[in-house]
């Protein structure tokens, strides 16, 4: 069983920096696209940003220029660099991944428990 574990969030002022990082774990797997996602209290869900397998990005227009989505496939590993953070981006931050365990063709999304982040003004 593969699990995702997020790691990194907290509390921080306005125009702060936060790195959050998000492990795949498990047993003979590998980790296809991902993202991560945030709700904030009374919201929906909305993406952040977006990776491929092959490095290709994508980003809500609200964190364009501020945040930096990447990965490290050795490590099985997603991060989001979130820069000149505003009080709006106040929300629990999930990961999400597409995760094929060795022996099958399909990958299955799998998410993460979230991670709460706090930016003060």
């Known amino acids: 069983q593969v699990q995702l574990v997020e790691s990194g969030g907290g509390l921080v002022q306005a125009g702060g920096s936060l790195r959050l990082s998000c492990a795949a774990s498990?047993?003979?797997?590998?980790?296809?696209?991902g993202g991560w996602y945030r709700q904030a209290p009374g919201k929906q869900r909305e993406l952040v940003a977006t990776?491929?397998?092959?490095?290709?990005?994508n980003y809500a227009d609200s964190v364009k220029g501020r945040f930096t989505i990447s990965r490290d496939n050795a490590k099985n590993t997603l991060y989001l660099q979130m820069n000149s953070l505003k009080p709006e981006d106040t929300a629990v931050y999930y990961c999400?991944?597409?995760?094929?365990?060795?022996?099958?063709?399909?990958?299955?999304?799998?998410w993460g428990q979230g991670t709460q982040v706090t930016v003060s003004s």
């Open positions: 999400n991944c597409n995760v094929r365990s060795s022996g099958s063709s399909h990958y299955y999304p799998y």
């Open positions: 498990g047993s003979s797997f590998s980790i296809g696209a």
């Open positions: 990776i491929t397998s092959g490095g290709s990005t």
